[in-house]
């Protein structure tokens, strides 16, 4: 089992061991190491990119339940340095915590997450309305993420004994999440709640960060 070193930390490099390289259909080839800084693509996050001694990530994946690099030329075994495009990595995070914020926002007024989407450019996040939710309006939206925003709060992750992560900033009560964030919500500036729209009883909030 790959160790996920970007559980742990918010380091974008590493030094690993590549445990095994195979030559897959695709033309292109599955990497797979000891430990890992990339995220692989899940949980409403794209994947990271970077790469491992001089060949390039071009994604990073889950097959059977292991984490697998995906590359366009051999990696040897042994050891080697894995570097994430930390530009890449950073927007991914702040798109994420971006996406937790507003989770934690519209649960205050009685509406409540039931999945996500960060990737840049297509990023939203999904609710279902609880007992006497309100209308919303993008106003109200961006009002309290900007409150919390300045509030300053420290990320804290948790990964209990039976390995479920749990991500939450401040007090605010947790979500269980195995993506990669930033390290305060005063990261999240220049969060811009685009849209807020109905439909089939369903709330979808659109979203980006500058």
Not at 138 to 148: A, G, M, N, S, T
Not at 153 to 177: H, M, N, T
Request: proline share 4%.
């Amino acid at each position: 089992m790959t160790r996920k070193l970007y559980w742990e930390t918010g380091a974008t490099q590493a030094e690993v061991e590549v445990l095994a390289c195979e030559y897959l259909a695709s033309g292109d080839y599955g990497i797979r190491l000891d430990q890992t800084p990339f995220h692989p693509q899940g949980g409403g996050q794209r994947s990271d990119v970077g790469c491992i001694g001089n060949a390039d990530v071009i994604g990073v994946g889950f097959e059977n339940g292991e984490i697998v690099h995906y590359t366009r030329q051999a990696v040897a075994k042994g050891i080697a340095i894995a570097k994430v495009d930390a530009r890449e990595r950073d927007i991914h995070s702040r798109l994420h915590s971006a996406g937790h914020l507003i989770g934690h926002a519209l649960e205050a007024l009685h509406w409540n997450p039931i999945k996500a989407h960060h990737w840049p450019g297509e990023a939203r996040v999904v609710f279902s309305p609880g007992d006497h939710a309100p209308t919303i309006e993008v106003e109200e939206v961006q009002r309290l993420c900007e409150q919390l925003i300045a509030q300053n709060l420290p990320c804290r992750i948790r990964i209990d004994e039976g390995g479920f992560r749990k991500v939450g900033f401040g007090d605010l009560p947790p979500y269980a999440c195995g993506g990669t964030h930033v390290i305060s919500t005063a990261s999240l500036k220049g969060l811009r709640v685009l849209a807020a729209h109905l439909k089939k009883g369903q709330l979808t909030v659109q979203y980006d960060i500058q």
